[in-house]
């Protein structure tokens, strides 16, 4: 599966923003599905992620509340809603994708053999 996000940009403190993931290849309700994310200097980390068949999401603590990830398997599509965005939440957003994830290892970047190529979200104070 190949995977294509979008939606990434300037906004300002308390503004929102949506991020779209698509995926091409078959079979996409199979994969779960997962959005991170990696600020200048830091690690890769979770934001969020839905299991295959609409399952309800998992959420970053540092984000929930703000965040609503959703899933459209008609459209090959997961989206990130985000809203009162902070400072700190500027970053290069990725998506990724996997057959086998386990609920254990769901926030585990190593989990996810497929990536989408990133969508940076600036946010000014």
């Known amino acids: 599966v190949q995977l294509q996000a979008s939606g990434g940009g300037l906004v300002q403190a308390g503004g929102s923003l949506r991020l779209s993931c698509t995926a091409t290849?078959?079979?996409?309700?199979?994969?779960?599905m997962a959005w991170f994310r990696q600020a200048p200097g830091k690690e890769r980390e979770f934001v969020s992620a839905?299991?295959?068949?609409?399952?309800?999401?998992f959420y970053a603590d540092s984000i929930l509340g703000r965040f609503t990830m959703s899933r459209d398997n008609a459209k090959n599509s997961v989206y990130l809603q985000m809203n009162n965005l902070k400072t700190e939440d500027t970053a290069v957003y990725y998506c990724?994708?996997?057959?086998?994830?386990?609920?254990?290892?769901?926030?585990?970047?190593?989990?996810?053999?497929?990536w989408g190529q990133g969508t940076q979200v600036t946010v000014s104070s």
């Open positions: 990724a994708a996997d057959r086998q994830v386990i609920n254990s290892s769901i926030r585990r970047s190593v989990s996810y053999d497929y």
């Open positions: 839905m299991k295959r068949y609409n399952s309800n999401p």
């Open positions: 290849g078959q079979s996409f309700s199979t994969y779960s």
